[in-house]
């Protein structure tokens, strides 16, 4: 953060306003889990160490680093002075805890804090926050993503979301036309087969029929030869019995 205000004179009753970039020994006085905020000897405000502040790695809740009472070293890196109010802005990580040797006496990381945040502000120093409408929930319906003003609904009614049931009626539909088609392809399979069975089979039963019909009339042919021999075998005998008689 850089230092607003600092070329006119300083707030009066603001006495012992420690200067940007000194370092200091204070006294954790509350913790919050955005950060913590530490009071310095003769000074009676508190500055904030927000938790990307805290530690060169990244810290979820000021509490696992600090505990209320507990002295540590910040480094003043932030004031914003409008009017009688005044914002300190300290960093822990900028110093060696054990020694309170400064670690960034070029103020290198500091000034690359201070333009990373003023990126997220506007020109009315308030602090984009996004999503700000998603994260809403409607006292009119209950609902989250929109403002109660926005609110379409009818008092009582809620609304949710349904699932897209039309992306799926078309796949279901090709499957069905897909196992129809398969299921149809098989039946015409099959009537093939049974077709060809049953010409097989009346081609053969033919066969068979005229087979055992040309048997019969060889056989009965055959009769009848064997039978007009006998029978001219009887007439010679019986012309020859008349001649001899």
């Known amino acids: 953060m850089s230092e607003r205000g600092s070329s006119g004179q300083e707030p009066a ?11 200091a020994k204070g006294e954790v006085v509350s913790v919050q889990t ?26 979820e809740n000021a509490s696992e680093i600090v505990d209320v009472g ?16 005044v914002k300190l802005s300290f960093s822990m990580k900028a110093v060696n805890q054990g020694t ?41 319906c209950g609902c ?5 003003k926005d609110c379409f609904s009818t008092p009582g009614s809620q609304y949710a979301l349904l699932p897209e049931e039309d992306s799926e009626e078309p796949q279901q539909q090709q499957q069905t036309s897909t196992l ?26 033919s066969e068979s029929d005229s087979g055992s019909s040309s048997e019969c009339k060889f056989k009965k ?4 030869n064997t039978y007009n021999r006998e029978e001219k075998k ?12």
């Not at 009753?13 to 370092?23: E, H, K, R, T, V």
């Not at 905020?37 to 530690?55: A, I, N, T």
């Not at 042919?221 to 009848?224: E, G, I, Q, S, T």
Request: hydrophobic share 25%; charged share 45%.
């Open 13 to 23: 009753g603001l006495d012992g306003l420690p200067p940007l970039y000194s370092i």
């Open 34 to 59: 955005y950060g913590a905020f530490v009071r310095l000897p003769g000074y009676k405000k508190e500055g904030l160490v927000h938790v990307s502040e805290m530690s060169a790695t990244r810290v």
């Open 70 to 85: 507990e002295k540590v070293w910040i480094k003043v890196i932030g004031r914003e002075i409008h009017g009688e109010k």
């Open 100 to 140: 309170g040797r400064d670690l960034d006496p070029n103020n290198v990381m500091a000034e690359q804090d201070a333009r990373r945040r003023r990126m997220f502000k506007d020109e009315t120093r308030n602090r984009i926050t996004l999503e700000a409408v998603l994260n809403t929930t409607c006292t009119k």
């Open 144 to 148: 989250r993503g929109h403002f109660t």
């Open 180 to 205: 129809q088609q398969d299921s149809d392809k098989k039946k015409k399979k099959k009537e093939k087969k049974m077709k060809k069975k049953k010409k097989k089979r009346e081609r053969n039963e």
């Open 221 to 224: 042919r055959r009769h009848d």
């Open 234 to 245: 009887k007439k010679h005998r019986k012309h020859k019995s008349h001649k001899h008689s």
